[in-house]
């Protein structure tokens, strides 16, 4: 029993023939623009899958033990009668849903995840009811998989997205969202260090490093940071930095004086000096003398 489950757990989840393998993406891409046909359709590919399945053991148990270099095309000839028949009840008992699919119906004859599990079935040994569980777990992830893009390019449709991002462009991103614990770390790397060395504005650069050399010190040690260590940690380092310089500057004000009263020239206006760019000067009046 233990078996079984894990076998439908792995088919449905970790070995996804659809998210993980890659099969069947001319439908996932093809009948995913409303939700609704979307499950339909994968569960008539589960109904293809699961005749598959029990056409597969019984090709494999009594008649390819004899004749395996007919294995391939059998299963092409078993796969192709399931979908006549499945396109059959559908045309006769729902025909709206047979126009909304169109091509892609009579086309899963043609959709590798059917051939898949056949092949999977055979090269694994799987007994009947191992089988049976196999094309439930392939036929419900396909299913889920449509599902998921379908609801995602349905949010899509009403998002304000870019021109150039909108339709097909934007569902490849999405579909191949699960490539990228594919990317190797090295490569992360150094895509993260190509949009860091885009996104600097060297004009405030300049600009900083003329106004106040410690705060640029700040964010070049922040910056070098960000690409060297965590990136929460270099957060941490920029706020302790600008923390601690500031307590420096706040607990020694610099006083200059900047006029006399006219009226009263025993009273001096001073000021605290300028700290930073854009600061604004309080000034009040002191005694002299």
Known sequence: MSNLAWIFTSTLLVNNFTL????????????????????????????VLIITAVATWILNTYV???????????FIVVIASAVQIVEMIV???????????????PLITTN????GLAL??????????????FALGAGFGLTLALSLLASIRERMEVADVPVIARRMGLVLIAASSSLLALIPMAAIAGLLV????????WPNWLKLWRSSRT???????????????????AILLGTILSLVTHLYRTSKPAMRIMGFD???PGRAFVVREQLAQGLVALGFPVLQG
């Open 120 to 133: 999977f079935q055979t090269s694994r040994h799987y007994t009947f009811v191992e089988g049976l569980v």
């Open 91 to 105: 045309k006769k008992y729902f025909p709206v849903l047979f126009r909304q699919l169109g091509i892609y119906l």
């Open 20 to 47: 993980v393998m890659f099969l069947g993406l001319c439908s996932f891409f093809g009948v995913t623009a409303k939700i609704g046909t979307a499950w339909r359709l994968g569960l008539a590919n589960t109904f």
């Open 112 to 115: 590798c995840a059917i051939l």
């Open 215 to 233: 705060d640029f010190a700040i964010a070049a040690a922040t910056f070098v940071a960000t690409i060297s260590i965590r990136i929460e940690m």
């Open 194 to 201: 190509l949009i860091s060395w885009t996104l600097l504005d």
């Open 64 to 74: 390819l033990t004899h004749t395996p270099y007919l294995r391939t095309i059998a």
């Open 262 to 264: 006219s009226k009263e």
